[in-house]
């Protein structure tokens, strides 16, 4: 009985055929395909036309597998085998659709995750080059704009100081102002676009929180009072005084944010609250709160205001409109890599809140060596040079524009005689020529550059030459470059557009 | 019996394969993505020039991206090979011409033609820069979606084996 079974069971999932060598089916079990004898195996399905390409050569047996047949509206996933014998060639087919689907099952799992993966990939790698791309785009039309801004910022300067009426001082005061307006929103753009390309590195220090608190109480002030509103900088006493983290940023925030809530308020108050969240071996948490009682922000923008350029983008919403929209996402992109987030809670008509937690981290006060950073103060100060000689300058400027303006203003002080030249290859010469107690470069002129020239002079064997006092003058921004030029050798670099006054100071430190 | 003439159709999976032949054989296309195991064999007869016809026999082989695991047995007797690449998956056409000396190396001899599949997907300057950044030539820019260049593919190789 059991043979009986066993036999049933055991061919049930393989047929045996044999052909002549013509293809014609000479005998044939019914398995699971049911062919007649004498019929062509060719017609069975086309996979068998490869027996005519391997009937003469072939040798023994040939396997092969995963072959998928159809046959009288059947799907088989089958191995075939084909052996010579005496009596024609006998093909061996078995079933394994079952075994083969399951198989198949992991195929498509696994090649459907690789595929995703890589077109994943492929679209972050688009993404990654179109924000590289926005970031180079930014960085190279600001620094085409430095230099037409530095010329109007002191032709604007030296305006001032010519004899004005009434209503060409209101003029010029009004170009002031909006030239100040001109390089805060270039430097916002900077900002955003190193932040977003991830050349912004955060610079940790030790500083007094009760120094940054009594820096914005003054600043916001006056503020609050030409405006008619009330403001108020409330500090948990629990907070300690000196933590470590950037101070300059964390500034650059609460001011962003400040500087909003002004803009917004007409009426009413502003208050900056610092609360302690925790206090953990030596990680302070504290909750940064800025309130107003201002036009407030619909909830359908309120996500909106943090997004770059999302007033550029022309959709102005009248219950929002929040300036360039730059300063926002300023404040959303230091706190990110601050490791903090920026929350806003508002009702239109009645205000918003902006606000934020931040970790800072709390130094051992024993153990501390490292300076204090205090804010430095706008430096109101004029700069002082000797009066019992002129200094000789050797100013190296290829912008015809910045040239007249520098050289102008510089020998409207008085202090110096100048000498120019426009292309970098010729500061050795002049140098070597002549004598100088000072080097204004720019970095980017024509042939050599300004850092090349640097490192050159660095490098010379005479001694007046090479410890002649180099300051640069660049339309980079970026700290990256800043630290490139220090090194080739220059003394300071500063960044147009710059202020006279910034440039003359600079300059008495090295002039003495 | 007709002239038959044996074509592999290979390259790494999810190229459009299975989707090139059933567009030439049956002319329709699915979105879906079926895994193929194995190999499929279809059979279709077109004519080369009037009066003469050749059944062409189509294999449709399983993908992959290591050439080198194809089963010697699906070549045996091949008179056309067609390589397929995904011009929207890098991946599929990197190692383009170290995949195609793979495949030389194991049938010699044999027509080849090299097949940029998906255009419809892609820009045809994109596909230019791409093609002599990765130093690649074709035979083909074909799809299977539209139906773009897929007979004229299939036709040439006819013609060209007959
Ligand atoms: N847009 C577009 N999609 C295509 C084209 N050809 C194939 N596809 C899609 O690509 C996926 C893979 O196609 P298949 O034809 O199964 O690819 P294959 O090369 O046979 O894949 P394997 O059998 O795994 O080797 C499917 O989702 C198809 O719909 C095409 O020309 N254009
Ligand atoms: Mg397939």
Redesign the interface.
């Given at each position: 009985m059991l043979d009986q079974y066993q036999k049933e069971y055991a061919t049930q999932n393989v047929q045996f055929i044999l052909i002549d060598e013509k293809g014609t089916i000479l005998e044939t079990d019914q398995a699971f395909l049911k062919l007649e004898t004498n019929s062509s195996i060719f017609d069975v399905h086309a996979f068998f036309y490869t027996f005519e390409s391997i009937k003469d050569t072939l040798e023994n047996a040939l396997l092969f597998s995963c072959v998928h047949i159809h046959f009288k509206d059947e799907d088989y996933v089958t191995d075939i085998r084909f052996v010579k014998k005496k009596e024609g060639y006998l093909i061996i087919i078995t079933d394994y659709t079952s075994h083969y689907t399951e198989y198949q099952a992991i195929a498509q799992t696994r090649n459907e995750s690789i595929i995703n993966g890589e077109l994943v990939a492929i679209k972050n790698a688009e993404l990654e080059e179109r924000e590289n791309f926005k970031n180079s785009f930014i960085r190279n039309f600001s620094h085409e704009l430095r230099n037409p801004l530095t010329s109007i910022i002191s032709i604007t300067k030296i305006l001032s100081d010519t004899a004005l009426t009434n209503q060409q001082q209101d003029m010029v005061t009004f170009l002031q102002q909006s030239n100040a307006n001109l390089k805060q929103l270039l430097d916002d753009i900077l900002s955003i676009s190193m932040i977003s390309s991830g050349r912004l590195k955060l610079r940790e220090n030790i500083f007094s929180l009760s120094q940054l608190f009594d820096l914005l109480r003054f600043t916001y002030k006056t503020r609050a009072l030409d405006n008619n509103i009330e403001f108020a900088v409330n500090v948990d006493k629990k907070i300690v005084d000196l933590v470590e983290g950037d101070r300059l940023r964390l500034f650059q925030v609460l001011t962003n944010l400040l500087d909003n809530a002004f803009k917004y308020t007409q009426t009413g108050s502003i208050r900056l609250d610092i609360q302690l969240n925790q206090k953990r071996a030596n990680r302070l948490n504290l909750r940064f709160e800025i309130v107003d009682t201002g036009v407030g922000i619909s909830v359908e923008n309120q996500t909106a205001i943090f997004e770059s350029f999302s007033q550029l983008s022309g959709e102005q919403n009248s219950d929002a409109p929040r300036g360039t929209g730059l300063g926002l996402s300023i404040v959303k992109g230091l706190l990110n890599l601050m490791d903090s987030e920026i929350k806003v809670i508002s009702n239109v008509g009645e205000g918003s809140s902006f606000y934020f937690d931040l970790t800072l981290k709390q130094p051992l006060a024993t153990t501390s060596k490292t300076s204090i950073i205090t804010p430095r103060k706008k430096k109101d100060k004029k700069a002082k040079f000797r009066t019992d000689k002129k200094f000789r300058i050797l100013l190296a400027e290829d912008d015809i524009n910045v040239q007249t303006v520098l050289f102008k203003s510089l020998l409207d002080t008085n202090y110096f005689y100048i000498d120019l030249v426009s292309d970098g290859a010729l500061v050795m010469e002049k140098l070597i020529n002549e004598e100088y107690d000072l080097l204004l470069i720019d970095i980017n002129l024509p042939n050599v550059t300004g850092d090349q020239v640097a490192r050159l002079i660095r490098d010379f064997p005479f001694k007046n030459i090479k410890s002649i006092p180099i300051i640069g003058i660049t339309a980079y921004s970026y700290e990256d470059d800043f630290k490139a030029f220090k090194k080739s050798g220059m003394n300071a670099v500063l960044s147009k557009p710059f202020e006279h006054e910034e440039l003359l100071s600079t300059m008495a430190k090295y002039l003495k | 019996?007709q002239v038959?003439k044996?074509i592999v159709v290979l390259g790494h999976?999810?190229v459009g394969k299975t989707s090139l032949i059933r567009r030439f054989v049956e002319d329709s296309f699915s979105d879906n993505?079926?895994?193929s195991?194995?190999?499929?064999?279809?059979?279709k007869v077109v004519e080369v020039s009037p009066e003469e016809e050749v059944s062409l026999?189509l294999w449709d082989l399983?993908?992959t991206d290591d050439l080198t695991t194809i089963?010697d047995?699906?070549l045996?007797?091949t008179h056309g090979v067609v390589f397929v690449f995904d011009v929207?998956?890098?991946?599929t056409f990197q190692a383009l011409n170290a995949d195609l000396d793979i495949v030389r190396s194991k049938i010699s001899k044999t027509p080849l033609l090299v097949v940029g599949n998906k255009v419809d997907l892609v820009l045809k300057e994109d596909l230019e820069t791409l093609f002599t950044k990765n130093n690649i030539e074709t035979n083909f820019l074909t799809s299977a979606k539209t139906g773009n260049a897929v007979n004229d593919l299939f036709l040439h190789l006819a013609k060209l084996l007959h």
């Open positions: - | 019996m038959s044996k999976f999810g993505y079926k895994v195991i194995g190999v499929h064999i279809t059979k026999i399983e993908g089963r047995a699906y045996l007797g929207t998956r890098p991946s």
